[in-house]
């Protein structure tokens, strides 16, 4: 796919596994070439379950499937953005003797006097994040795909999208870590909840958790979709 791209003319930027021929790549990378880059929004880090908004990137020539035969190779080059490895190595607080970092590549055949480094890494970014949306849905209703009737992934795709739409607006209006998590996370937090109704005075009752760390989110979503507007008069 990538050696018909190019040759059509256009440009490839695709991520690569960490195989151990980019590791080695990677440790080719001289440590004085590095440029440290600030992310314009901190992006959350679910391995560290922490914000990370600061990186470096570099990147080193590369040629990409090398085990297939001369005419598949294509070469170009290995931009590697590298964070700071938060999560603990040690036990007891004591420190690591030296930076410890993971390392996130990916392959282009943008020429380097189009797009530098910084700004290849920058435009690669932006892609990733449809990534995660992907991600996202993939997580809800289009688990269900791919069926074999056309209008059944249709109805499904459908479904996703208003799911999504749905539960991040949810996790909006709760507030908090909720406004920037995952639907996944905000189901299991927000929306499947153990609560017991109950009706009183033909009023419904809804009896939450006690102690539930999610309560506070859940009342302000509660009172931003269930209460009236404010009246315009005193």
Do not use: C
């Amino acid at each position: 796919m990538v050696g018909a791209a190019v040759r059509a003319g256009a440009e490839v930027s695709v991520t690569v596994r960490l195989d151990k021929r980019v590791k080695a790549a990677i440790a080719a990378i001289s440590e004085d070439v590095w440029t440290p880059i600030a992310y314009p929004n901190a992006v959350f880090d679910e391995p560290t379950g922490s914000w990370i908004s600061v990186a470096e990137v570099a990147e080193i020539d590369f040629v990409a499937f090398t085990s297939k035969k001369k005419v598949d190779q294509v070469p170009g080059r290995l931009v590697v953005r590298r964070v700071p490895d938060l999560a603990p190595q040690s036990q007891h607080g004591q420190p690591t003797l030296f930076d410890l970092w993971r390392h996130h590549a990916f392959f282009t055949t943008t020429p380097h006097a189009v797009t530098d480094t910084v700004a290849a890494d920058k435009i690669h970014r932006g892609h990733a994040i449809i990534e995660q949306v992907h991600a996202d849905l993939k997580d809800s209703a289009l688990a269900h795909l791919p069926s074999g009737k056309f209008n059944a992934n249709a109805a499904w795709l459908v479904l996703a999208v208003m799911a999504f739409n749905l539960t991040r607006s949810a996790g909006a209006l709760g507030g908090g870590p909720l406004a920037r998590a995952t639907t996944g996370t905000i189901r299991r937090k927000l929306i499947n909840v153990p609560a017991r109704a109950a009706t009183s005075a033909r009023r419904l009752i809804l009896h939450l958790p006690k102690g539930w760390p999610w309560e506070h989110a859940w009342t302000r979503l509660f009172t931003a979709v269930s209460d009236p507007p404010p009246s315009a008069n005193p």
